[in-house]
């Protein structure tokens, strides 16, 4: 259950498995449950890894230089 | 000549520069934060801020108009359109809409040091997201900056690839490394609180600033030492900001160690270092006397260039022409203060602006030009 906690030990079916997110919900800020469930809704990237990189980079820009 | 021609020339030129050899002419470098959109004929910031293509053609603009060997910021302020519609983060513009604020903000809170250091992500996605925006987030909200931040990327290229293909002209760096005290001071806890951290909890930020090091600068220096292209003038820049409110107690604790790593190891891979120093640099100038020449260029911003240029004779120096000259001063006047400058400082100069260029009133285009023009032909 520890390791659950660490985001690089999830394999891409894990992620998968927690579905995706509706538009109009609210973000789901547990971590790397909700952060996946975001990733799995950006449904204009391709597969999921991309989407995981993509939303780290998000993250990081989001969290720093806004 | 064509622009690979002048791409190739002005690498040469700044080669020169690094090793403060002479060149038959000054180079010249714009530090231009959003004075450009002003300068394009726009009196609301967000009306170019706020559409990729508008800007673009703003940059494009300028590029071409000045002439520049190199440009410190060639993207302007590209990030503010991500969150457009949504309240988020310390970036705002006035309500005049001409000119951009960046609040001195706390995210964090005191004894979360080790949260930032074990988990920086998982961090960041439960803490500092809900804390940056003043309403809970939404998924279709987050979409929207995602899209937005791939338009971004387009921008960003297009913006590379005329500036090199088609104007010859260099950006300043490949990668910017910024030092992992700003990530604490700039971005998440603001100066006052981590003037705070300084006195009260000053082993848990250092052991943090450790962690970032390793985490956030050593691939950047590594893909520095890597980097093989030819549209920069340094691989890695250091962009020097909150150093400037630390004593020199501090300094040495808590900036130095890390510059210091940075810069050793850019010495022993001949990595270039374009040094960005905000505010003044002068009292720990010291530290820089050491670097090897051939290995820096600082750019300087309120220190008196001249008494720099004699503190440091290792290093290529950048900046010292006066923003408020640029807009308060005659041509002439300009036209005076920059040969002044280029026949005082000699060689290993670029002619910059002494302040990012961000408000209409910090330059006139006509005292920019003749700027420019006296260091294409003046040679002291």
Redesign the interface.
């Known amino acids: 259950m520890e390791d659950k906690?660490?985001?690089e030990l999830w394999t891409n079916e894990e992620i998968e498995a927690l579905g995706t997110?509706?538009?109009?919900?609210?973000?789901d800020?547990?971590?790397?449950e909700?952060?996946f469930k975001?990733a799995n809704?950006?449904?204009?990237l391709p597969d999921t890894t991309t989407r995981v990189q993509?939303?780290?980079?998000?993250?990081?820009?989001?969290?720093?230089?806004? | 000549m064509d622009a690979k021609s002048l791409l190739q020339e002005r690498r040469e030129l700044f080669e020169n520069v690094f090793e403060l050899q002479h060149n038959n002419r000054t180079l010249t470098a714009s530090n231009n934060s959003y004075w450009s959109i002003f300068d394009a004929g726009y009196t609301n910031v967000e009306e170019a801020l706020y559409d990729y293509d508008k800007l673009f053609h703003v940059q494009d603009d300028f590029f071409e108009r000045y002439q520049f060997d190199a440009h410190m910021n060639p993207k302007c302020f590209q990030?503010m359109r991500?969150?457009q519609e949504i309240d988020?983060?310390?970036?705002v513009t006035t309500k005049n809409k001409d000119s951009i604020v960046v609040l001195d903000a706390n995210y964090m809170n005191q004894d979360e040091y080790p949260s930032l250091r074990n988990?920086r992500?998982?961090f960041?996605?439960?803490?500092?997201?809900?804390r940056?925006s003043e309403e809970?987030?939404?998924?279709?909200q987050?979409?929207a900056?995602?899209?937005r931040?791939?338009e971004m990327g387009a921008y960003s290229s297009r913006v590379t690839s005329a500036l090199k293909d088609r104007h010859g002209q260099l950006v300043q760096w490949k990668y910017g490394n910024t030092m992992p005290f700003e990530?604490i001071i700039s971005?998440l806890r603001g100066m006052k609180h981590t003037s705070l951290d300084m006195r009260q909890k000053k082993g848990e930020l250092k052991e943090t600033l450790d962690v970032l090091f390793e985490k956030d600068c050593m691939p950047l220096l590594h893909a520095a030492a890597a980097y093989q292209g030819d549209d920069c003038i340094a691989a890695l820049g250091i962009p020097m900001m909150g150093y400037s409110v630390l004593n020199r107690k501090q300094f040495e604790e808590l900036y130095w160690p890390y510059l210091k790593r940075s810069i050793d190891f850019c010495v022993e891979k001949n990595v270039k270092i374009f040094f960005y120093c905000e505010a003044e640099m002068l009292r720990f100038s010291e530290y820089f006397r050491n670097i090897p020449k051939g290995t820096a260029i600082l750019q300087l911003e309120n220190d008196n260039i001249f008494e720099v240029r004699k503190a440091l004779p290792n290093m290529a120096l950048a900046g010292g022409m006066p923003v408020d000259m640029l807009y308060n001063g005659t041509k002439e006047e300009c036209e005076d203060y920059a040969k002044k400058l280029i026949s005082e400082i000699g060689d290993g100069f670029v002619l910059t602006q002494d302040k990012m260029l961000c408000t209409r009133t910090d330059a006139k285009r006509e005292n920019l030009l003749a700027v420019n023009e006296i260091a294409r032909t003046y040679n002291g």
């Open positions: 906690k660490k985001a997110m509706t538009d109009d919900a609210l973000l800020y547990s971590y790397p909700g952060f975001m809704s950006l449904d204009f993509f939303l780290k980079g998000l993250l990081g820009v989001m969290a720093t230089a806004l | 990030t991500l969150v988020f983060g310390r970036t988990d992500d998982g960041y996605w439960s803490e500092i997201l809900k940056k809970k987030l939404t998924v279709g987050v979409k900056i995602g899209r931040m791939m990530t971005w």
